[in-house]
């Protein structure tokens, strides 16, 4: 994500070699979503930890092969090339991200709920479903948080995006693409993750995000340590929009820590 080529020349320079440490100077978490296409090689991961704090949180999203193809079953070479590739990053990997696709119903359940069960113990893992049934079936709700065993439920907040037609090309192609999903604000651990979808207009974007304000603000309350990805159609602005989401929930947990200051970009050079 930290390589969108909209964010060079104003949040990351055109050297992909320090886009990532100029990212993390917007934000202090990302998430991994080039990891889902291929697992990254040992000495890439090795240069995301050499450009980033301790600190800095990696949601990084285990491979298609293991949660798509082979839909958590018989998936241990695959997922086991990816735990090697990514130790590079020690206490960075925030959480290890399952996405699963929408075909993927309450019926496998008791697959999920194996398969996280033989994971290592030492990270942390957050799980998105895309099935409806998990919603809108309360028995079936109530299955999946047993399965999780200690892992997080993911919300991906689409609710904002899908309130009015599209207006732009971005949006059109989103429409399309993006999952129509339930609402849901429930935390299961002490570190829930957020995925939010806005509109390409920030104004729109902003007033879908005011209930995750106060719902992040209370979990900060709580003792949790919720991490937000906020997103729009174009993911142009989101850096921005992001430092903005922060600052509001800021104004009402004045204990929140402040995010970094960006790193200022090297200005261009000129032959006059």
């Not at 949180?57 to 293991?66: E, N």
């Not at 735990?83 to 699963?100: C, N, S, T």
């Not at 919603?135 to 609710?159: S, Y």
Request: glycine letters at 6%; one cysteine or more.
């Amino acid at each position: 994500m930290w390589t969108l080529k909209a964010w060079q020349g104003r949040v990351s320079p055109a050297r992909s070699d320090e886009r990532l440490r100029h990212y993390a100077g917007w934000c202090d978490a990302v998430e991994g979503n080039t990891t889902f296409y291929a697992t990254p090689t040992r000495e890439t991961v090795a240069t995301w930890a050499n450009q980033t704090d301790p600190s800095f949180r990696f949601v990084l999203k285990l491979p298609k092969v293991v949660t798509h193809d082979r839909r958590l079953v018989d998936a241990a070479t695959p997922l086991d090339a990816f735990l090697r590739a990514i130790e590079p990053l020690g206490p960075r990997v925030h959480a290890l991200w399952i996405q699963l696709p929408g075909s993927f119903g309450p019926e496998e359940t008791g697959t999920l709920g194996s398969f996280i069960r033989n994971l290592p113990t030492h990270y942390r893992y957050a799980v998105e479903v895309r099935h409806p049934g998990f919603f809108t079936d309360a028995r079936a709700t109530n299955r999946l948080e047993q399965a999780l065993a200690g892992a997080e439920w993911i919300p991906f907040d689409t609710t904002a995006f899908f309130r009015k037609p599209p207006t732009s090309a971005a949006e059109r192609e989103a429409w399309t693409k993006k999952p129509r999903m339930p609402l849901r604000t429930q935390a299961l651990t002490d570190q829930p993750i957020v995925r939010y979808l806005g509109r390409d207009e920030t104004a729109a974007t902003v007033e879908g995000w005011q209930r995750w304000v106060e719902v992040a603000a209370g979990w900060l309350r709580e003792g949790r340590e919720p991490t937000f990805f906020i997103h729009t159609p174009d993911n142009a602005d989101a850096p921005a929009l992001a430092r903005m989401f922060h600052q509001q929930v800021r104004s009402r947990v004045p204990g929140l820590e402040a995010l970094p200051e960006p790193v200022p970009l090297e200005e261009p050079l000129t032959l006059f």
